[in-house]
T-cell receptor, first 111, second 116 residues
């Protein structure tokens, strides 16, 4: 069974720092991987979607990479801002079309 | 483009009462999901619809939870009777199919349930 892990569970950084969030998975037979942002009391907002054939996707200050062979995806946030404070979740779709979520990393950017 | 709509946003009930949540997916999205998210955890899939047929309901507590998607558009999720451990945010998501696979997921704001 696919297991998705996000470490650390929480992260605090000063404003302006570049940071990396990690997502690990146990089965490399995935179809796509998606990064979401969740603000307190809100639903999930899609940030980036990486297809299994892709290595990375970029949107503004965000860059997501995918390495299926090592079972890892990273979300890179450049020049962090207080508005980036939220919980970030990764979710992947397997070849059997099942969707698995990680438990998330709660990011706090300190002004 | 309108997003996924959910209502109500908040609901407080006592245990053993019933509650219903409504979801309107993005227009044209054939796949609709209901997730349960308990505080501090990632979302857990309750049920997945493809048009108006159930694809996966293996984690739905069928003794108390039910869901339907009539006409392959709107969906309702019902809990009857509610238990304390049902306190959670219920998220609805939709996606367009890409061939036989799931495309990008789009979520609603969620319905927060508190069971007293």
């Amino acid at each position: 069974k696919q297991e998705v892990t996000q470490i650390p569970a929480a992260l605090s950084v000063p404003e302006g720092e570049n940071l990396v969030l990690n997502c690990s998975f146990t089965d490399s037979a995935i179809y796509n991987l998606q990064w979401f942002r969740q603000d307190p009391g809100k639903g999930l907002t899609s940030l980036l979607l990486i297809q299994s054939s892709q290595r990375e996707q970029t949107s503004g200050r965000l860059n997501a990479s995918l390495d299926k062979s090592s079972g890892r995806s990273t979300l890179y946030i450049a020049a962090s801002q207080p508005g980036d404070s939220a919980t970030y979740l990764c979710a992947l779709t397997t070849g059997a079309n099942n969707l698995f979520f990680g438990t998330g990393t709660r990011l706090t950017v300190i002004p | 483009e309108a997003g996924v709509a959910q209502s109500p946003r908040y609901k407080i009930i006592e245990k053993r009462q019933s509650v219903a949540f409504w979801c309107n997916p993005i227009s044209g999205h054939a796949t609709l999901y209901w997730y349960q998210q308990i505080l501090g955890q990632g979302p857990k899939l309750l049920i997945q619809f493809q048009n108006n047929g159930v694809v996966d309901d293996s984690q739905l507590p069928k003794d108390r939870f039910s869901a339907e998607r009539l006409k392959g558009v709107d969906s309702t999720l019902k809990i009857q009777p509610a238990k304390l451990e049902d306190s959670a945010v219920y998220l609805c998501a939709s996606s367009a199919r890409v061939g036989a696979r799931t495309g990008e997921l789009f979520f609603g704001e969620g319905s927060r349930l508190t069971v007293l």
